[in-house]
């Protein structure tokens, strides 16, 4: 069971890591003297579980198992705009707000099939 548990621990260091204020509330972004900071509502899944031996098994030192899994989400909620008329906070919503979740999750596939393809034509010569 000390394997399920170092599982269990790695995979929390990792999620903790991942999940910060930075993650909620976003880097500031500049543009033309208008500053915006995007908040995010984040969320994340987990589990684990664990085995051991029995019987004839067990006394041979055979049979062990574990395993941990894990999922973490991201949603653009709002933007805080920083002008000079002053502070607001304009939210996202609806289409807007899944557009960027479709991007968010989109991007990393056409970034994977741009690098396939470029190895590609990099072996072709």
Known sequence: MEEVTNLVK???G??????ST????G???????????????AGFGFG????????EAQRQGEGAGGG????????????????KEGVRIEAIMGSMASAMERLGETLPRIIEKLMERWEQRKKEG
Not at 14 to 19: D, F, N, R, S, T
Not at 48 to 55: F, N, T
């Open 68 to 83: 941990t899994g894990g999922a973490a989400w991201v949603k653009p909620v709002a933007v805080v705009i920083v002008d």
């Open 14 to 19: 990792e999620i903790e890591k991942v999940l």
């Open 22 to 25: 930075k993650t909620v509330v």
């Open 48 to 55: 684990s579980g664990g085995g051991s031996g029995r019987g």
């Open 27 to 41: 880097e500031p972004i500049t543009i033309q003297g208008i500053t915006l900071v995007p908040l995010i509502s």
């Open 10 to 12: 790695t995979t929390l």
